[in-house]
């Protein structure tokens, strides 16, 4: 009777927590998103968060939904693995892994009923991660014996600290709190010999939501279960020390092989990209305002780098009162000390970054930490003596005292509230004794306390009158429109009844990925991992983009528009000279985004004489010969023949030398205008923001004018590269076309390498004579090489002739597969403008064939003389290895569980 009525009590108190927790939650989140509600806005952030999380959310719910359609009527599993109408075509299961793909919770979108109400689905997810967050926090450290009180404490912190009012953008972002306690759990049950399911299990979900959060996930896993060791089992003995960790690993490496089916292949993808090996300037130290930032960012947020803190004041007087601990909680101190070191280096930032460039995007563990100690703590700051009392009043001083300092005559008003609040706690800890503090009011009130510190950090972020951050977000409603009915596609939609023919806009308001949803082929493209055969294209192309992994199509460039199939192009009315040449007939007109703030006028045109999306000819060029030229040689060159890496080249092909015929003309021209501008040897210093340079010339009629600069560079007088300026911006106008190269320097995060440019200053008719630079920062702007080059476009028309004589014919696109007839009047290669993908796999008439990588970064088959039926089928890169090694993984975790099913009755027998 006594075991059930300490039950029922256990029972009894985890539903009054549940209760306590969820009414508290519910203040703080009303409080503090109530900004979102009143301003009408709702968590989708602009731009990613419309572009990326919301889009690539919308698109799984119709993904899942055509799987399980497809398994009801048709009674197979058919999964798309490949989409056309993401970017130039790319793989859905590592393009989508990183913000959909796996996470359980979205899993929960196939019973949204119509995709209207997908935005609220997408902003009550938020809540639901953060609300989850907190219940996984309170799991710990009720499995830590804590209190229910402190226990709540600290997961109110642990919800509402700064790095959640700032990842609300960024929803997978909140993802890692959910799993990281629950894992830490899991670690402390394996140290207590029971069982290692929770620990196994969380970590296999948080693999599949993401492998990025997993990589830091293992690293801080590492890092607690030594610390755990040391503080459960004192100085390390050898034998003991390999018995634990043959464990530990043994069950990761069972986790992850069991996962494998997803985790292989992204792992494939991130290591092939061109972000994962970007080099960046690296610095020893951050600068000097990072750390002032952090000081009293501790407090109420507002760091740079990701460093998003924001604990209250309660957090800071128990991190205080740890570190006048003395002997009692070393491992927590221990932790607390080297999490602290991380953060005041950049090159733990670029190591749990995965190498890439400096940011901390692994707040959320730090936030843990903190919570925890807060949490650990309270009895202790309810018990202090008098000379302890003193001890931690004059630290709190002190720190309100450095971060006054700090602001000095920058002082900001959100942070002398803060340090307001942390004072009037201060005086409440310290000032009440120890009967008052076992209280029900006091903890009422100190309850009350935090809640409004909570309430205030988040309100000074998001609201107008503070930090306005609630504006970067979409009106609540738009989100939907804004990718399908208000996006530059939909005026091509109903018009493009070829389906294997692309768009592109260069409507400057257009937002990216759109094609996704209005189910038509387009060019641009922003998610986290690209093609790296893609970047490569553009790199050799000098094309305006600054990011690998996002892209907007060919600048307009005609020769690449004709090669890729981009037959539709939407321009702003009264900007005709921002298409393509050959772009004349105006099918469409219509305003995009009627009544808001992106509302905008718009035409769409077309050119019916673009390549198909297939293409044979026995013109071929050898790669070695291609890498030889220059950047506008190269773009006609691809209109004359396919390129080829030289090994490659089919013997019944490679004694045909291609002729290639190269039409354009460097322009020479003059400096015939400076405003704020001083000539260098290598190049011009702005002397004043949005100083200007002209360039006369005498350009060339039915042409495309080009602006090209070879090795930009940039620096500033007195500033060393990691002090100046990482993201500058070049116009170039030339007659009423003015376009921007935003340059990225090695500081920049997003540095990818590129540093040179090829501007399309557009089409015309008559000569072009004049172009216009102007630099909107102050520095000096280097160059190996600038060039004004006119690019005649009478040649397009027959080169495209000639490549369209033998085109694939009956196209059909299904899942995975695509097939269509050709007919070749001799062995010729065909060149499929799909990007290049080892996944692909062909067939000639049913019989296996190589595909070769054209063009570099599509693909081509050698197809013999006659009529042939050419197929193409898709798996996902190293997906099929993945799920042979889930197999194995799956069948180890059958035989762990039968091992300790047997192990287990093995010592019970021995015990009777």
């Not at 300490?6 to 109530?34: D, H, M, P, Q, R």
């Not at 951050?286 to 002032?292: A, F, Q, T």
């Not at 409440?428 to 009130?445: P, Q, R």
Request: charged share 20%.
């Amino acid at each position: 009777m006594r075991f059930l009525r300490n039950k029922e009590e256990n029972v009894s108190k985890k539903v009054w927590f549940f209760l306590a927790y969820t009414v508290c939650f519910a203040i703080i989140a009303g409080a503090v998103f109530s900004v979102f509600i009143i301003n009408k806005k709702s968590f989708i952030w602009v731009p990613d968060g419309l572009q990326q999380h919301f889009n690539a959310l919308l698109y799984y719910r119709s993904w899942l939904l055509s799987i399980l359609d497809t398994l009801v009527t048709e009674h197979k599993v058919s999964v798309p693995l490949w989409d056309m109408q993401i970017g130039l075509g790319s793989d859905v299961l590592t393009t989508l892994h990183y913000y959909v793909i796996g996470d359980p919770l979205n899993l929960l979108s196939v019973f949204v009923p119509d995709e209207k109400y997908m935005e609220l689905f997408y902003n009550t997810m938020v809540l639901v991660r953060i609300y989850l967050a907190g219940l996984a926090f309170s799991a710990y450290c009720r499995y830590h014996g804590q209190k229910p009180y402190s226990t709540l404490l600290g997961a109110m912190v642990y919800d509402f600290c700064f790095w959640v009012i700032i990842a609300v953008r960024h929803p997978y972002f909140l993802n890692p709190m959910i799993y990281l306690p629950l894992i830490l759990v899991g670690v402390d049950k394996i140290y207590k010999k029971q069982k290692p399911w929770l620990y196994m299990g969380m970590l296999a979900v948080a693999t599949v939501s993401s492998f990025y959060f997993t990589y830091m996930i293992c690293i801080f896993v590492a890092i607690y279960a030594l610390l755990r060791y040391l503080m459960l089992f004192g100085k390390p003995v050898l034998k003991t020390v390999w018995y634990w960790v043959w464990r530990f690993v043994a069950y990761s490496l069972v986790t992850l092989a069991s996962v494998s089916v997803i985790l292989l292949p992204v792992v494939a993808m991130t290591l092939s990209t061109g972000r994962a090996g970007a080099q960046h300037t690296f610095s020893i130290m951050y600068p000097l305002s990072y750390y002032r930032k952090l000081l009293y960012g501790f407090l109420i947020g507002g760091s740079t780098y990701w460093s998003e803190l924001g604990y209250t004041g309660i957090v800071l007087l128990a991190v205080l009162l740890l570190l006048f601990g003395g002997k009692k909680n070393r491992g927590l101190r221990a932790g607390f000390v080297l999490m602290t070191l991380l953060l005041l280096f950049p090159f733990a930032g670029k190591m749990l970054n995965g190498g890439s460039y400096v940011v901390n995007r692994y707040m959320w563990a730090y936030s843990m930490l903190v919570s925890f100690i807060a949490v650990k703590m309270y009895p202790q700051m309810m018990e202090m003596h008098f000379k302890k009392k003193i001890a931690l009043f004059w630290a709190g001083i002190t720190y309100i005292f450095l971060c006054l300092e700090v602001l000095g005559k920058h002082q900001k008003q959100y942070v002398l509230v803060a340090l307001l609040l942390f004072s009037v706690l201060l005086v409440f800890i310290v000032g009440t004794g120890k009967k008052t503090k076992e209280k029900f009011v006091f903890k009422a009130a100190l309850l009350v306390v935090v809640m409004l510190e909570l309430i205030y950090q988040g309100w000074a972020e998001y609201a107008p009158q503070a930090g306005s951050y609630v504006e970067e977000f979409a009106t609540q409603g738009e989100a939907l429109s804004m990718l399908t009915k208000d996006a530059a596609g939909s005026l091509v939609k109903n018009h493009a009844k070829d389906t294997t023919y692309r768009y592109e806009s260069l409507q400057s308001e257009e937002w990216k990925n759109t094609a996704m949803q209005l189910g038509i082929n387009g060019t641009s493209y922003y998610f986290s991992l690209a093609n790296p055969d893609i970047n490569q294209f553009q790199r050799e192309m000098y094309i305006n983009q600054t990011r690998d992994f996002c892209y907007s199509g060919f600048d307009a460039r005609t020769m690449l528009e004709v090669l890729s199939g981009v037959r539709y192009y939407v321009v702003p009315s009264g900007n005709s000279g921002l298409r393509p040449y050959g772009y004349n007939v105006c099918f469409n007109r219509g305003t995009l985004g009627a009544g808001g703030q992106y509302e905008v006028k718009c035409d769409a045109y077309e050119n019916d004489s673009v390549l198909p999306l297939g293409f044979a000819s026995d013109a071929v060029i050898p790669r070695s010969t291609y890498e030889a030229l220059e950047v506008t040689e190269k773009q006609q060159a691809l209109l004359q023949g396919i390129v080829v890496e030289d090994d490659k080249i089919p013997s019944a092909l490679a004694d045909t030398k291609t002729e290639t015929e190269f039409t354009d003309e460097d322009i020479s021209y003059m400096i015939t205008d400076m405003h704020n501008v001083e000539l260098t040897d290598q190049g011009f210093t702005a002397t004043e923001k949005k100083a200007s340079v002209t360039l006369s010339f005498e350009g060339i009629p039915e042409s495309e004018t080009y602006f090209i600069l070879k090795g930009l560079q940039f620096s500033e007088e007195g500033k060393t590269l990691t002090q100046s300026k990482s993201r500058l911006h070049i116009d170039v106008t030339c007659g009423k076309i003015t376009k921007m190269i935003t340059f990225l320097t090695r500081k920049n995060n997003f540095y990818s390498g590129v540093d040179d440019y090829l501007i399309n200053a557009g089409y015309r008719d008559e000569k072009a004579d004049e172009i216009t630079l102007t630099f909107h920062e102050k520095g000096t702007y280097r160059f190996d090489e600038m060039q004004i080059v006119c690019q005649p476009v009478k040649q397009i028309a027959g080169w495209t002739k000639s490549l369209k004589q033998d085109i694939l014919k009956d196209v059909v696109m299904d899942t995975n597969h695509i097939s269509g007839t050709l007919t070749a009047d001799q062995e010729k290669l065909l060149c499929m403008t799909i990007p290049y993908s080892s996944g692909w796999r062909a067939y000639i008439d049913g019989v296996e064939t190589e595909i070769l990588k054209a063009d570099t970064m599509y693909m081509a088959v050698d197809v013999p003389e006659g009529t042939h039926q050419i197929e193409f089928y898709y798996c996902t890169p190293y997906l099929k290895k993945g799920a042979g090694l889930s197999g194995l993984g799956i069948l180890s975790v059958i035989g762990i569980v039968i091992f300790r099913y047997r192990n287990g009755r093995k010592k019970q027998k021995e015990m009777e």
